[in-house]
């Protein structure tokens, strides 16, 4: 039904039964733009699927299920997982998050022929065009969709305090219901990322009733 769905509003679709399929259709060659991932497949269930592509890939991920408990749900985003829904759905709500986080995914790319821009912070540079994060010797930092598009928000809003309320308009424009859970999880994720001390992170501050506040001094330049 998903399939047939999809592929009449005009996605082509690649259908996997289980995750060694799902490494076919991934090794296949052909790019990917989003993976819906059900949580309850034969075999290796949809949690574990989540964690394998994570290490490989950045490709956003909509994990459904059956499974609507808060402790599920962040249990799939703590996992890499950019969005969530729980079973059963609308498949024109299903529709309206694969174009979101496709949508979310590309964000910063710009046309061809004007310069990439680069935010930077404390030696970190974020690279809006590539979409890529580099660390202070130059390394890349592998960050999902999820991650970089809200270490964006805070280097474009920097020394500001934002509100879950404001991540999630800026993220979303409140075009569908998000968990916003999901903000907490995806920052506690981006800290182990960025920060030193998880403890006492010196990037992104917690504000007691407020929301987060990202301390740098944010740089932004074209690259040449």
């Known amino acids: 039904m998903m399939t047939s769905y999809m592929t009449d509003n005009g996605f082509e679709v690649a259908a996997a039964r289980s995750g060694r399929d799902l490494d076919r259709v991934m ?8 993976v819906i991932l059900d949580v309850g497949l034969p075999g290796e269930d949809g949690l574990s699927i989540c964690r394998r592509l994570r290490g490989k890939s950045t490709v956003p991920i909509i994990m459904v299920t059956g499974r609507g408990t808060d402790t599920d749900r962040i249990v799939g985003l703590e ?13 024109r709500e299903l529709l309206a998050r694969v174009r979101a986080v496709m949508r979310r995914s590309t964000q910063g790319e710009q046309p061809p022929g004007e310069a990439p821009q680069s935010l930077t912070f404390e030696g970190w540079r974020l ?20 991650e970089f598009n809200i270490l964006s928000i805070f280097c474009q809003n920097p020394r500001k305090v934002l509100s879950r309320d404001d991540l999630l308009d800026l993220l979303h424009g409140r075009a569908a219901a998000v968990f916003d859970r999901s903000i907490d999880v995806q920052i506690s994720r981006l800290r182990r990322k960025i920060e030193i001390n998880l403890k006492d992170p010196s990037f992104i501050k917690t ?3 407020g929301g987060y506040f990202f301390t740098p001094q944010v740089v932004a ?4």
Do not use: E
């Open 27 to 34: 090794a296949s060659g052909g790019k990917i733009d989003c």
């Open 79 to 91: 996992l890499g997982a950019d969005d969530y829904l729980p079973k059963p759905f609308n498949p």
């Open 127 to 146: 690279d809006m065009a590539r979409r890529q994060l580099f660390a202070p010797d130059g390394a890349p930092r592998s960050l999902t969709s999820g």
């Open 207 to 209: 504000v007691r009733y």
């Open 221 to 224: 330049a074209a690259d040449n």
